[in-house]
């Protein structure tokens, strides 16, 4: 499939032959009924003393059945066809390198695993899966990797998922595809694939890179969170260890999987959800905190799951 726009990933030229397919097909279609519609108004239009053929004795129920149910069976297998590649796009697979994005009216707030910030612009690596967390700070913008024939609105209040594993290095667009007010045109950027060395090197070169977990730690104390969510205080609040990707039992009697969006709206919407045993005392975060340092205080409560700590 050449003659498409640029394709960095295996994944890109699979959904190019779906949309080479399914275009073809419903051309075939349209081409017939168009056909047949012409031919009709033909044959039958005014003026014309079209004989009354008698009902044809070869009418043939076999025939009846066999092209419904062929039709019918050629179109499901496009729908499963379709469905197999969104079901891929769910799951991404383990140990996929983490990026975070937010999105802002009207520009892209990328950072990276290791702390390193960038505006309008996203570095990754090829040959590993990379996974996109994405979160907006006002209103619905849409992430849209053309290269990789990827798109996924990114929400206001919650988080949304893209994940790829690229293998062709290079320089590729990045667009915002929701119309999101009177720059929303210019809300592009760079996406910038490059060989692991060279995105290691990349970000090793950049300034202020931190550990974003570390960064979380620091703001865990100076937002006061430790003042409550320690061992040494006096309120009773749950230890944060091994929260991370586990299952949290709620007063109301609800379970839930303790993962990105549960952790941020801990912080902003601490009433939404009670974790049994405790009083609803933590003060809701809101208009205090940015996205930005809810992703580090995020990724420290996650390593508070993934690392030992004494
Ligand atoms: C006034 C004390 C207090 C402060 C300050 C506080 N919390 Fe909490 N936090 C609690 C209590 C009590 C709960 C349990 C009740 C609930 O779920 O709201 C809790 C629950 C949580 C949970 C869910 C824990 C679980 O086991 O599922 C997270 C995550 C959390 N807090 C993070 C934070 C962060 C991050 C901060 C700082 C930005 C913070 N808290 C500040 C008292 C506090
Ligand atoms: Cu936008």
């Excluded at 798109?151 to 062709?168: C, H, S």
């Excluded at 070169?205 to 570390?214: G, I, K, M, T, V």
Aim: glycine share 6%; with cysteine; aromatic share 12%.
């Amino acid at each position: 499939m050449e003659g498409f726009a640029p394709k960095a990933s295996s994944y890109a030229s699979q959904w190019d032959w779906f949309f080479f397919v399914l275009v073809t097909v419903s051309s075939i279609v349209v081409a017939t009924v168009f056909v047949a519609i012409v031919h009709f108004s033909i044959r039958y239009r005014r003026g014309v003393n079209a004989r009354r053929e008698p009902v044809s004795e070869t009418f043939s129920n076999r025939l009846e059945f066999s092209w419904t149910a062929g039709t019918a069976l050629a179109f499901l297998a496009i729908f499963w066809w379709a469905a197999a590649f969104q079901l891929r796009d769910f799951v991404p697979p383990e140990g996929a390198l983490q990026i975070h994005v937010i999105g802002k009216q009207w520009m892209w707030k990328i950072q990276q695993p290791n702390g390193v910030r960038e505006i309008d612009e996203i570095h990754a690596p090829i040959g590993r899966p990379v996974q996109l967390i994405m979160t907006s700070e006002d209103v619905i913008h849409s992430m849209f990797l053309p290269a990789l024939r990827l798109k996924q609105d990114v929400l206001p209040g919650r988080y949304t998922y893209l994940w790829f594993n690229a293998d062709k290095p290079g320089v590729y667009h990045l667009f915002c595809a929701e119309f999101c007010g009177t720059s929303h045109s210019r809300m592009t950027g760079r996406f910038v694939l490059m060989t692991p060395t060279e995105y290691s090197r990349w970000s090793a070169a950049q300034p202020e890179a931190d550990n974003l977990a570390r960064q979380g730690q620091a703001l865990f104390s100076s937002l006061g969170c430790s003042g409550c969510h320690s061992k040494s205080s006096s309120v009773p609040a749950p230890d944060l260890h091994g929260v991370f990707g586990n299952p949290v039992q709620l007063s109301d009697g609800r379970s839930i999987i303790a993962d990105e969006a549960y952790i941020h709206d801990s912080i902003v919407l601490p009433e939404k959800d009670i974790v049994a045993g405790f009083a609803p005392i933590m003060p809701s975060f809101a208009g205090q905190v940015s996205e930005e340092q809810i992703i580090k205080l995020v990724a420290y409560i996650r390593s508070l799951s993934t690392e030992r700590h004494p």
